[in-house]
DNA sequence: TCGTAAAGTTGCGCGTACGCAAGATTGCGT
DNA sequence: ACGCAATCTTGCGTACGCGCAACTTTACGA
């Protein structure tokens, strides 16, 4: 059911986010202006605007694209329970297979302004992921709480896998999987607790 | 240990902010520039944008202040356990008690993008909330997940009491304490969890 | 097939965000 | 009391973000 607009729309919007990468990793994040990549592209700059609102965004989107609602599909799809679903999906969708998108990576890793907006990726995870829950969860509210505290771990997660060192002493970064799985283990019990509980109440 | 320069600073701060507060419940928030809120304030625009990098946000801060540090503050110094603690620390900070803002927080009410900044602004609970949480969790990783957590579930709270109706039918912004003890009461298993637990280590 | 409504693109203009370097101010050691 | 170093403020220049209104393209019913 898919009609020409939507898979030209969908067309202009990997061909900037793809343009965009490209210029980045040839010439720096920093030396790339908005114009450059709508020129690549084949649109106004302007349109360029109604896709993405910054230039970061459209580079870490062509590493990210639809990750997220990949992610809220592998939770649906799952037998597991909630818990054990959740972090299987995140794991598997966050770790690239091919890695196709290796010095895509490592060009967010260099620039801050990049990781800090691969990291705000994580965000869009909260819609789909409120969706599925809410699938499996009683409560509406619940599902929007949980879906964005899986989100924020799994920002945390990235973040501290991006960090280059900084840190006085302590240098945590291990690989992505071993991050997340940390990361969401600490929600593991909210996740089953939600699950178990059969109706929702104001507790008390 | 305050010396003259951090008072100057923190005072052209507030003088800005509250300056933005005014003219924005004055003129509305669509008809200020920033040039009239450093004009107020008697500093030039471009200082203005050593203290604030939106309009939105110094308006936000005229409001919020330093809500985050005293939530951290009122969690280190409850006696109850964690997830109480931290639900009335909650609870507290966000509701204010001689509503001084009253106006200031309708003006938010109505423009979508100070909506979003205020509830944006929760995500300044992060750093102080990671920091009293690890007095009591014993994990480093975990604080700081557990504080996104929270952060974002005063988020959530935040948006939904903002949210004017919007919705089809069901219109759910009950009180502000009301939905931050709804939004909080998912992650209280984590937070019990999360203290219970004596020492870390990496599950499998 | 045609006409009209819905959605997308573009140029324009205003206001904003921020790096940079020069000038002003504060902190501190002597 | 003096002077240097650290920090803050400011003007300037460039690039960005986005509302708006005109124009183009796609969708769809008659």
Do not use: C
């Amino acid at each position: 059911m898919t009609g020409l607009r939507e898979r030209k729309k969908q067309a202009t919007r990997t061909a900037l986010s793809s343009a965009a990468l490209r210029l980045a990793v040839e010439h720096g994040p920093e030396n790339v202006r908005v114009d450059d990549i709508a020129e690549a592209a084949g649109v106004s700059p302007r349109t360029y605007n109604n896709y993405f609102s910054s230039r970061e965004e459209a580079i870490v989107f062509a590493v990210t694209s639809d990750r997220e609602s990949r992610v809220a599909a592998a939770v649906r799809a799952s037998p597991a329970g909630l818990a054990d679903a959740v972090v299987e999906a995140v794991v598997t969708q966050y770790t690239e297979p091919g890695e196709e998108a290796r010095e895509a990576l490592l060009l967010i890793t260099t620039s801050p302004a990049l990781r800090t907006a691969y990291a705000r990726s994580a965000t869009a995870l909260e819609p789909p992921l409120t969706e599925v829950l809410a699938e499996r969860v009683p409560d509406g509210p619940t599902a929007r709480v949980l879906a964005a505290a899986v989100a924020a771990a799994v920002r945390i997660a990235l973040e501290q896998w991006a960090q280059p060192v900084t840190s006085g002493f302590v240098v945590v970064s291990g690989s992505l999987p071993d991050l997340l799985r940390s990361a969401l283990a600490p929600l593991v019990p909210a996740l089953t607790a939600a699950q178990a509980r059969p109706a929702a109440d104001s507790g008390s």
